[in-house]
C-alpha cells in the first residue's frame, strides 16, 4: 500500500496551497480519506475527513478555509488551503482507513513571510 502526497510548499500567509494524496493498493471506494497535520513539538492532529460516501469533516481551526475532496477514479484525495496562517505550518499526512489505517511520508507546508 502506499499513500504519496505532492503539493507542499512555502506560501505567504494569506495564500493558497493545494495538497493532493495518490493511493495505491487499496480500493480506494471503501477507505475514509484524511489530512492529518504534525508541527515540532505538538501532537498529530486532525486536520479535515472525507468518508467513502463524501461526508465531510473539518477541524474547527481549519472551517470556513480548507476544503477536502476525493476523485474515486483517480485514487487521489486532495486538501485545498485557503487563507493560510503561520500556524498552519506543518507536516500534513495523508490518511486512510477502512478495515487497516494507512499513512503516507507528509508533505512539508510552511507559512511565512
Known amino acids: 500500500v502506499q499513500l504519496v502526497e505532492s503539493g507542499g510548499g512555502l506560501v505567504q500567509p494569506g495564500g493558497s496551497l493545494r495538497l493532493s494524496c495518490g493511493a495505491a493498493?487499496?480500493?480506494?471506494?471503501?477507505?475514509?480519506m484524511a489530512w492529518y497535520r504534525q508541527s515540532p513539538g505538538k501532537q498529530r492532529e486532525l486536520v479535515a475527513v472525507i468518508s467513502r460516501y463524501g461526508n465531510t469533516h473539518y477541524a474547527g481551526s481549519v472551517k470556513g478555509r480548507f476544503t477536502i475532496s476525493r476523485d474515486n477514479a483517480k485514487n487521489e484525495v486532495y486538501l485545498q488551503m485557503n487563507s493560510l496562517k503561520p500556524e498552519d505550518t506543518a507536516l500534513y499526512y495523508c490518511?486512510?482507513?477502512?478495515?487497516?489505517?494507512?499513512w503516507g511520508q507528509g508533505t512539508q507546508v510552511t507559512v511565512s513571510s
Open positions: 490518511n486512510a482507513k477502512f478495515d487497516n489505517e494507512y
Open positions: 493498493g487499496i480500493i480506494f471506494n471503501n477507505y475514509a
